[in-house]
């Protein structure tokens, strides 16, 4: 389970950390992603805790939970007028990727696999914020360069 070591928790903090300064301090595109990162999350725990993960084969239920927030944050990418997205959307590629290395290597360790496709989250989250952070520095640049 997620929670038995401390690093769960870790994450859930800076999950809750990072999308509720989006939330606060972005706009609709922040708000958009911090939906994303957060019910991509909260599905991944459920599908965790119903199902349990052994990271020794392909974790299908919570593969499909990253295909779809892969696809809404490409989805954020074109749509947005913010480039945080498409640094969102490349660090959960790399997530993907590390799901699929299964398939293409199965002698990988369980820790290495599950590591490396949580690590991922952290550069996403990190990216919301600092979007969120440049949101609310854009009214006031934009009033100096107005003159």
């Known amino acids: 389970m997620i929670f038995h070591t401390i690093w769960g928790y870790l994450y859930y903090i800076f999950l809750f950390a990072c999308c509720g300064y989006a939330i606060l301090r972005g706009a609709r595109w922040e708000y958009c992603g911090a939906t994303i990162m957060i019910l991509g999350s909260l599905s991944t725990l459920a599908v965790a805790r119903s199902f349990g993960t052994s990271w020794a084969t392909l974790e299908v239920g919570i593969f499909a939970i990253d295909i779809v927030a892969f696809f809404a944050l490409i989805w954020l990418s074109l749509k947005s007028n913010r480039f945080w997205p498409m ?28 590591t490396g496709a949580v690590f991922w989250a952290y550069p996403m989250l990190l990216a919301l914020a600092i979007g969120a952070r440049e949101n609310q520095l854009a009214p006031s640049q934009q009033q100096l360069e107005s003159g």
């Not at 660090?91 to 820790?111: G, R």
């Open 87 to 114: 640094w969102a959307t490349a660090f959960h590629l790399l997530a993907l990727t590390t799901h699929m290395t299964t398939i293409v290597a199965p002698q990988i360790t369980a820790w290495a696999l599950g």
